[in-house]
């Protein structure tokens, strides 16, 4: 996969509006040294019919025209476009007019037939594509959507975390932090990239946030967790987009953000180094004995397995898992632990221990 230079930025409107509009913000953008690509939405799948939906081929038509003129990136390469493809018949006119980098959408993500259907349109095109989070939770479909790439023939590949839909995310409470639009749902991408560390991993904190407040944190967070890069939608005047106005920015914004972004390094100082071995021994001992005392868990599981097999008992006691449930979630808050990961570990627990007991109770 291609090596990126980190942090590996785009920025650009969500939705082409106008030559003019286009035209300004491929300007704004050129003169900002960070930036490598800038994306144009030109096609705008809406969840709901009778929104704006892009311009299409216009679009591209005023894409490649500013890209021919004499305006330059930053680094002077010519100026250099991306947008969402959704169709094979949007690949095709992508590659009509000169567009070398597209992304698949959310919800094109979650459907593998348009996926393989678009696959086959990219085949031999050595054309770039990013491929951004299905709207579930479904680390799956994400990881699917990128092997049907690689199947065609695509070796530059990037993904792109745009956060994950909920049920009627507006009525859950917010107790516990921001109210985002796409909730972040870290562990997602980061399980993404122990599967696949080859593929580059961009931040898409516009539609995670869907507030141009929430841009500037969301970037720190993805940079905190060794994200590639980011993608950011950047408008002359977000007051007045026709899509996504809430969460553009401007592009001296952009500026702004970027430059305050404490940009860490893989690897750290030897000094940072030293100090964090004993730490980091630290760690791997607790871990050792965490492992084995799960074991011990388990080998206590199988025990109480034979006994409740022998006395005709069902394997799952609702109320003895309620009242241990309860017990370990007021010891692990009153220590300062979360409550939601202190019971989702405990459910996996649970979980593992009923299969060791059904296990043991079927093999009698």
Not at 33 to 55: C, H, M
Not at 73 to 79: E, F, L, Q, R
Not at 209 to 216: D, F, M, P, Q, Y
Request: with cysteine; hydrophobic share 40%.
């Amino acid at each position: 996969m291609e090596n990126i230079k980190r942090p590996y930025l785009i920025a650009g409107p969500c939705s082409v509006e106008s030559h003019e509009q286009l035209l300004n913000v491929s300007k704004a953008l050129c003169a900002i040294p960070n930036v490598q690509l800038i994306r144009a939405g030109v096609w705008k799948p809406r969840t709901r019919p009778g929104g704006f939906e892009g311009l299409g081929e216009q679009a591209l038509q005023w894409m490649r025209q500013i890209a021919d003129s004499p305006l330059r990136m930053a680094d002077g390469a010519p100026v250099n476009y991306c947008c969402e493809v959704a169709r094979p018949e949007h690949v095709e006119l992508c590659l009509q007019y000169g567009i070398s980098h597209v992304w698949i959408g959310a919800r094109t993500t979650v459907n593998p037939f348009m996926v393989e259907e678009i696959c086959q349109s990219l085949r031999g095109t050595g054309i770039s594509v990013m491929v951004k989070n299905p709207a579930s939770p479904d680390l799956g479909l994400w990881i699917g959507a990128i092997e049907r790439l690689m199947q065609s023939g695509i070796t530059d590949i990037k993904a792109i975390h745009r956060g994950f839909t909920t049920y009627n995310p507006r009525t859950l409470p917010q107790s516990n932090g921001p109210h985002y639009r796409n909730q972040p749902l870290w562990e997602i991408p980061i399980s993404l990239h122990r599967e696949m560390p080859d593929i580059p991993i961009l931040c898409d904190p516009s539609h995670i946030g869907g507030s141009r407040e929430l841009v500037a944190p969301l970037c720190l967070a993805a940079m905190l967790i060794d994200f590639d890069g980011l993608m950011i939608e950047v408008h002359p005047d977000p007051a007045t987009a026709w899509t996504d106005a809430n969460q553009q920015i401007t592009p001296d914004a952009l500026v702004r953000i970027v430059g305050g972004l404490n940009l860490q390094q893989p690897a750290g100082t030897p000094d940072a180094e030293h100090q964090l071995a004993p730490l980091r021994d630290s760690i791997d001992t607790i871990d050792h004995q965490l492992v084995g005392l799960l074991a011990e868990r388990m080998e206590l599981s199988r025990k109480i397995a034979d006994i409740k097999r022998q006395c005709h008992m069902p394997v799952f006691q609702s109320q003895r898992w309620q009242s241990v449930l309860h017990d370990r979630l007021v010891q692990a808050t009153a220590i300062g632990l979360d409550a939601s990961f202190m019971r989702e570990l405990l459910e996996k627990i649970h979980a593992e221990s009923v299969r060791v007991q059904l296990e043991g109770q079927s093999s009698t």
